[in-house]
């Protein structure tokens, strides 16, 4: 509870309800206008207009957004992305690949070619990260789901 005093003497409380989002989440459960609106998105039609005609995808939603617990220690869970189309520096290097600490938000800026296997990159990573912060136990990437399989497995093998 946090207490407020005014210049006037005023006082003003405020408290805090621990369990506010799992009371929203219990409501958004029981509320039937949400479920309908997620029932009709099930499958999504887009139209997309390309060079020589109008395509249509068929795809199916990809579900609420799940929100990303926060870690409890530095360097335990991480984030990577790739930022490619830069020129080529004296070392070949034409992209960096950025991995982020969740937890305090410090990254390392590694420069990389984009024509790196995973391997490299697993070897790299462990060159880089895991020698000064130790091995993650989660990353958090938006590559596809076979990208971070390999890179796992690259890992293990670094």
């Given at each position: 509870e946090l207490y407020v005093?005014?210049?006037?003497?005023?006082w003003a409380?405020?408290?805090?309800?621990?369990?506010?989002?799992?009371?929203?989440?219990?409501?958004q459960k029981e509320d039937s206008e949400i479920w309908t609106i997620i029932k009709n998105l099930d499958e999504q039609t887009?139209?997309?207009?390309?060079?020589d005609d109008v395509k249509i995808e068929?795809?199916?939603?990809?579900?609420?957004l799940q929100p990303l617990d926060i870690p409890v220690w530095k360097w335990d869970e991480i984030s990577m992305d790739f930022v490619i189309?830069?020129?080529?520096?004296?070392?070949?290097?034409?992209?960096?690949?950025v991995?982020?600490?969740?937890?305090?938000?410090?990254?390392?800026?590694l420069p990389i070619r984009k024509?790196?296997?995973?391997?490299?990159?697993?070897?790299?990573?462990?060159q880089e990260i895991v020698r000064l912060h130790g091995t993650s136990s989660a990353i958090v990437s938006d590559r596809?789901?076979?990208?971070?399989?390999?890179f796992w497995k690259g890992l293990q093998k670094a």
């Open positions: 005093r005014g210049q006037h003497g005023y409380s405020l408290r805090v309800e621990p369990d506010l989002i799992s009371r929203i989440k219990k409501t887009e139209f997309r207009l390309d060079e068929h795809q199916r939603a990809s579900g609420l189309g830069l020129p080529r520096t004296q070392r070949r290097h034409d992209a960096i690949w991995v982020v600490d969740r937890l305090t938000k410090s990254a390392h800026f024509d790196y296997s995973v391997s490299k990159l697993a070897d790299t990573f462990q596809d789901p076979r990208f971070a399989s390999r």
